[in-house]
């Protein structure tokens, strides 16, 4: 998968290693949380002031930030020699929308309104700066 190739839930780690549980309704499964499952996912809550942003940065799994109220855009960048560089426009996610980033993948993180975001990595969650 190139850099600006879209990372979806169809291809996304987030959405593997899901398992059956006993006594559920048929066509059920979940994937539980890390540590306590080595291949689970880390959920945070997030809350983000209007004005507020993360610097560059990469994650070691893929993630998947859903925007449950506000607006916020993610500047991807690429690395070269002569640091980095802007890969495409923002992408502008608003109250509703799902956004995924494949692990390593350089992004910001500006938060345009006040934000209420569900965050979910793919296994242990961490936090690379980038410059």
């Known amino acids: 998968m190139s850099q600006s190739t879209p990372l ?41 002031e209007a004005g507020s942003a993360e610097p560059p940065h990469s994650h070691p799994g893929d993630d998947m930030t859903v925007v449950i109220e506000g607006r916020m855009a993610v500047q991807f960048f690429i690395k070269t020699d002569a640091g980095l560089v802007a890969d495409g426009a923002p992408l502008i996610l608003n ?26 990595h793919d296994k242990a969650f961490g936090f690379v700066a980038e410059s």
């Open 8 to 48: 979806t839930s169809a291809t996304s780690a987030i959405w593997n290693n899901h398992i059956s549980v006993p006594d559920t309704p048929a066509g059920f499964t979940l994937r539980t949380t890390f540590p306590t499952n080595p291949n689970g996912v880390e959920v945070m809550l997030e809350q983000w």
């Open 95 to 120: 109250q509703g929308e799902t956004g995924y980033i494949k692990s390593g993948r350089i992004h910001d993180a500006r938060y345009i309104e006040p934000c209420k975001l569900v965050y979910v």
